[in-house]
């Protein structure tokens, strides 16, 4: 089975606090995305790649940043959190063509 | 950008019932997916299909993409269906998806 694995399923952080979100897949997937969930707000992505050192702002990229240095692995970093920022975050991997959307189980981050 | 709106956004089912969830989507998509939340906020990939009919056991899933919705069928319903569909339709390199705002389906025995 295809497996994204995140690194935390529960998380609580600081404000102003560098927080790091790992994620990896192990199906060799070219595409990897990091979404928020929010309550009422649905699914809103961050940022995606496409490629090893590749990244893209999705909808809502202020506040975060990534890194993709290797092919199986993407970190959603946040550079200084805020309290704004608690919510749940979901990672996904697809292949190029988007067929085989995986999501991983999800980080409840919550900033105090 | 492509907006993307799911109906009904609650649904209360008696076990075995049948139902029929709907997706409409404001632009041509290269890429429709459904998607199952389960209450502990797991989500699982039901069907790609940007195009055509699918099944998959009690589920199946047709898209009509010039008229742009997509339906979600299912059927003898169980209460381990209970939890949030979602569609999510691609249109540009990297396959990115927009979400719809789910809709909450509670099946009760």
């Known amino acids: 089975d295809v497996k994204v694995t995140q690194s935390s399923r529960y998380l609580v952080k600081r404000t102003g606090e560098k927080v790091f979100l790992e994620c990896v897949q192990d199906?060799?997937?070219?595409?990897m995305f990091w979404y928020r969930q929010d309550p009422g707000l649905g699914l809103r992505l961050i940022y995606f790649s496409y490629d090893v050192k590749m990244k893209e702002k999705g909808d809502i990229p202020e506040g975060y940043s990534v890194s993709r240095e290797k092919k199986e692995r993407f970190s959603l970093i946040l550079e200084s959190a805020s309290t704004n920022q608690t919510s749940m975050y979901l990672c996904?991997?697809?292949?190029?063509?988007?067929?085989?959307?995986?999501f991983g189980s999800g980080t409840r981050l919550t900033v105090v | 950008g492509i907006q993307v709106e799911q109906s009904p956004p609650d649904l209360i089912l008696q076990e075995g019932a049948n139902s029929t969830l709907r997706c409409n989507f404001s632009d041509s998509v290269n890429n429709l997916q459904w998607f199952h939340q389960n209450p502990w906020g797991q989500l699982i990939n039901l069907f790609y299909i940007p195009s055509g009919t699918k099944q998959n056991g009690r589920l199946s899933a047709t898209t009509v993409a010039t008229e742009r919705y997509s339906l979600l069928y299912i059927s003898s319903s169980q209460t381990t269906d209970s939890g949030v569909y979602f569609c999510a339709v691609g249109s540009e390199y990297g396959n990115k998806l927009v979400f719809g705002a789910g809709t909450i389906l509670r099946v009760k025995s």
């Open positions: 199906m060799d997937h070219e595409n």
């Open positions: 996904a991997s697809s292949h190029d063509s988007g067929y085989g959307y995986t």
